[in-house]
């Protein structure tokens, strides 16, 4: 409180100081699959079962203010090196700690191993046309996906076309029976469709059917795969089937209204997001702002 009393003297944003030092929470979800949970966003890590004969691999890495704080949440767990990163969108609250993860290494007297950095194709296109720095791109890319072995678990990456954006990934711990989501599924807001970089209401809802595909419960259809989203609590298959079940309502009311021959204007007007508004209409990206990017979307030639 002491803290906060010296900002407000000196007039300083509070919403600046929230991003800076935000807590990391170390949530271990199952088996060696755990969630580092913040108010910027989730990273999924996966830590090996011997320790000093396994590595890290990193799903996402979160903002670059975080890079502290996320290696602060690794060391709780795990003292071995990062050996992985997958980043499931090239957003800067998934690639900002690239560089400052990446030579992770906690063991005196050995020198920082080479640390694959997997993405989408695009998402190094995209990289590289904001001038990121060389350390954080990819260093192994690919189209539809990749599948590889890592600390004894089976894991599979799946890229999703045209979803939230053309880069988008999602990444399946198969023996933990775990999904990271990535931007295609929030519970914090909508998914931001992201059109300037490929993104599609119909990729992203493919993305959603094939994460529920992928998923199974364990009864009444709760628990079972885990699914951790790409900003918010921990999640099952029930919950991303509710937000695919809101997206699919939200794009058949804009299509219906196209149909009809409605102008942008008049299709926001209709409010077609109005009945979730209140849970998932957030400042950075609106109900109003989701509709236009739709209405784009299912309009574009």
Known sequence: MKVLAVIALLGLSMTFVAQEAPQVEVLQVRGNVYMLASTLGNVTMQAGKDPGHDGVMLVDTGAT???????????????????????????????????????????????????????????????????????????????????????????????????????????????????????????????????????????????????????????????GTMIIPGHGRLCDQSDVVDYRDMMTIIRDRVADLIAKGKTLDEVKAARPTRDYDRRYSTPSWTGDMLTEAVYRSLTAK
């Open 65 to 223: 203010p975080l890079a502290d704080r996320i290696l602060a949440a690794i060391r709780k767990v795990a003292a071995d090196p990062v050996r992985f990163i997958v980043n499931t969108s090239a957003d800067a609250d998934h690639v900002g700690g690239n560089v400052a993860l990446a030579r992770y290494d906690s063991r005196p007297f050995f020198a920082t191993p080479e640390v694959g950095v997997f993405a989408h194709d695009n998402v190094l296109a995209r990289m590289n046309e904001t001038k990121a720095p060389a350390g954080a791109w990819p260093t192994l890319t690919y189209t539809d996906g990749k599948m590889f072995e890592f600390n004894g678990e089976a894991i599979q990456i799946f890229g999703e076309k045209s979803a939230h954006s053309d880069g988008d990934s999602i990444v399946f711990f198969r023996g933990s029976n775990v999904i990271s989501a990535g931007d295609v599924f929030t519970t914090t807001g909508y998914p931001v469709i992201d059109l300037k970089r490929g993104g599609s209401i119909q990729g992203e809802i493919n993305a959603l059917n094939h994460i529920i595909s992928l998923s199974v419960p364990h009864a009444m259809q709760e628990g």
